[in-house]
């Protein structure tokens, strides 16, 4: 399946370090979405972006930094994280038709170890 | 009390049984609901939708009772490959999308 793809799959980085998740939906959607799920934690919605604005930000700290250039498009910008940023970062997207009936479609995650 | 609580697990069953997890939610402005399964180190997968009174795809069957604000997925005869970690999601309307996610229960089918 690839309708929903991420890169890197998995990332090991310092405290000190800048990187950038990518995620790309090739399924039409005018939503993205992303998550972090902690070991045996619920996922935890980060940042919601429709038609490429952000429309939610769930008081996520600020050494995380999302970016949406288009509908198809999602960077998660990653600066100074703590070793507790450790988990999988999973991507989402939707067609947001204004009606609750929404279905979200995964990428496979980025796993990220921060040292 | 959390938005959405599924059954704490894990449930250990042996091939061919019948099992059936619950799901509660808390905000009455919940529009559409979501089984999905997640294996480990895996992204969730979409399994069923739930839009009405529930429906049916193969061995999977879904119920809504939104009087009771309760959710359930029942799987007869289990398969190995069933072993995973069944989320619970509900997509809470209020003019925008809020999918919440319940912690999941995690199923292991035993040969």
């Known amino acids: 399946e690839t309708g929903v793809t991420q890169t890197p799959r998995h990332l090991v980085m310092g405290m000190t370090n800048k990187k950038s998740l990518k995620c790309e939906q090739h399924?039409?959607?005018?939503?993205m979405y992303w998550y972090k799920q902690s070991a045996k934690k619920p996922l935890e919605l980060m940042f919601v972006?429709?038609?490429?604005?952000?429309?939610e930000n769930n008081s996520v700290p600020s050494r995380f930094s999302p970016e949406c250039p288009n509908s198809s498009h999602l960077f998660l910008h990653l600066h100074t994280l703590q070793p507790e940023d450790s988990a999988l970062y999973l991507c989402?997207?939707?067609?947001?038709?204004?009606?609750?009936?929404?279905?979200?479609?995964f990428g496979p995650g980025t796993r990220l170890t921060v040292l | 009390r959390k938005e959405v609580e599924q059954d704490p697990g894990p449930f250990n069953v042996p091939e061919g049984a019948t099992v059936a997890f619950n799901c509660t939610y808390s905000?009455?402005?919940?529009?559409?609901f979501f089984w999905y399964r997640q294996d480990c180190r895996k992204e969730p997968k979409l399994l069923m939708s739930?839009?009405?009174s529930g429906n049916e795809d193969g061995r999977f069957t879904a119920q809504l009772n939104r009087a009771s604000q309760y959710i359930s997925l029942l799987i007869r005869d289990s398969k190995l490959s069933d072993s995973a970690t069944y989320l619970c999601?509900?997509?809470?309307?209020?003019?925008?999308?809020?999918?919440?996610f319940g912690p999941g229960t995690r199923l292991s089918v035993l040969p």
């Open positions: 989402a997207s939707s067609q947001d038709t204004l009606a609750g009936t929404d279905t979200q479609y």
């Open positions: 399924l039409g959607h005018n939503a």
């Open positions: 972006y429709s038609l490429e604005e952000r429309v």
């Open positions: 905000n009455s402005a919940s529009q559409s």
């Open positions: 739930v839009y009405s």
């Open positions: 999601v509900v997509n809470i309307w209020d003019y925008g999308q809020n999918f919440v």
